[in-house]
Every structure is written in C-alpha cells, then in structure tokens.
C-alpha cells in the first residue's frame, strides 16, 4: 500500500495561520492536516478553522489525552465527518486502556468520523487493531515503523486499520537546535527512554531533514505526518516547510 503523507502542526499554531497554511496544505497533494491537542491549544478549533477553507483536505486530531478532555466533553460541531479523524489517548490515566475504550465507545456513539489511537505499548495498539481505525505511532524509524504496522495488520485480523506514524520533521538549518531539543526531552520520559532501549535506537534517529530520509519511510507506513520542526513557529516559516516538504515527496 501506498504512503500517505500529511501535514501536523501543534495544536497552539495561531487560526489564522491554520487558515492560511490549509489552502496551500490542499493545492499541494498532502493527505490531511494534523493538530495536536496540547494545554493552551484546542485541536478540533484548530480543525473547523481548517475545514472551513478547504473541501477535500482531511483534518485530524493527534491525539486528545482523554485524562485531561473527556470523550463526552469534545466539541465535535462544524467538522466534516466524512474527512475527519479523532485521535484520543490516555494521557496519564491511572488506567488507561478502560479510558480509551469507553472514549471510542462514546465517539462512536456521537460521530460518524474515523478514530484514532495513540500507542506506544502493545496492550494499546491491540485495543486500537481491535476498536479502532487506525494507530498513531511516535519516534520510530522506517523498520520499526513497519514492523509496527505488520503487528497492527496481524492483530486487527482483517479489519481495515491504518498505521500512521508522526515523524518530526526540519527544512532548514536553523530548527536543527529545537529538533534536538524536543528529541532529548521524549528521550527523557521513561517510558519513550525504555522504548527506545528495547527498540534499539534514539528519538533523533526518528526525524527527518532531507528527501532522502523521507523517502526511506516510504512503503512502511500507511500514513506518515511530517510533524512541522521550525526556529519560531512563524507563518513564513511554516509556509517554507510546507513547500520544501512538498519538493520530497515520492513522485506518484
């Protein structure tokens, strides 16, 4: 199957530079548009902005922590269902895997949209090959990346879920010192430390800089989101690694 490629952008990048970026996100062939969901930052508000000035540009979430939003709390109005997708996580949830599964319970009770898990342990991603629509995968390089899908497919058991894979992503010299930055602090979280150890590789060696390294995803993934890295976070900036980024992708 075929890679996907999008967009992901934090969840406090300004509406009107979603407004701004979403048109051209759209004229330049990338699958969808990701927000993360982070304290000061609404994701789906980022996302209405977003639908509203594209038609055909899917718009997802990546991911809720459902410790810190409830499921039945999310404002999911103005949000084409049919181009949407959810992603929820346990954040730091005392028990996780119950929090995610009556959060996808609840959503599908409310929308129509695809959901979407983060997971980082197996328990997690066998609950979303199960329930959910697809994964959401973080730091990982091309073979874990698809091995991690193979896993995915395997336990879904012929259900359709998709793997897709954030992977931090610069276009210029200058994002190369907050590349690293954000790199060592996910190398610093115990958990992601112990991931990387068992896996066998650090959080840098997950993140991308030329079109040469984004091609070696290619084929892995069935989604990669090139998680937006620049030095400001500034509108020119992120309209510059729109465009270079697009300059990578694989010719179809």
């Known amino acids: 199957m075929a890679t996907a490629y999008s967009i992901g952008l934090i969840g406090t990048t300004p509406a009107e530079h979603v407004r701004a ?15 993360n969901d982070v304290p000061g930052g609404d994701s789906l508000a980022g996302l209405r902005e977003a639908a509203a000035v594209t038609s055909g540009l899917g718009v997802a979430t990546g991911v809720i922590p459902l410790d810190r939003r409830p499921a039945a709390s999310l404002d999911l109005d103005g ?6 997708l959810i992603g929820i996580g346990s954040g730091r949830a005392a028990k996780p895997l119950g929090l995610v599964r009556d959060g996808l319970a609840e959503l599908r009770a409310r929308t129509s949209a695809s ?3 983060g997971a980082l342990g197996p328990k997690m991603r066998e ?3 199960r329930e959910a629509d697809a994964v959401l995968l973080n730091w990982l390089t091309p073979d874990a990346g698809a091995a991690a899908r193979e896993e995915l497919h395997r336990q879904a058991a012929g259900r359709e879920v998709r793997a897709v894979l954030y992977a931090r992503t610069i276009v210029e010299p200058a994002a190369r010192p907050p590349l690293e930055e954000e790199s060592a602090r996910y190398q610093s979280f115990p958990a992601y430390a112990a991931n990387f150890a068992r896996l066998g590789f ?3 060696d997950t993140t991308i800089s030329d079109a040469e390294r984004l091609a070696a995803y290619d084929g892995h993934v069935d989604e990669l989101v090139l998680r937006a890295i620049t ?14 980024t697009a ?3 694989p010719t179809p």
Do not use: M
């Open 247 to 249: 300059e990578w992708l």
């Open 21 to 35: 970026l979403a048109p051209r996100i759209e004229r330049l062939g990338f699958h969808a548009l990701w927000l």
């Open 115 to 117: 959901l979407a898990v």
């Open 127 to 129: 609950l979303a090959a």
């Open 79 to 84: 949000l084409p269902a049919e181009r949407t």
């Open 231 to 244: 030095p400001s976070g500034s509108l020119d900036e992120l309209e510059r690694f729109v465009e270079r």
């Open 202 to 204: 650090d959080a840098i």
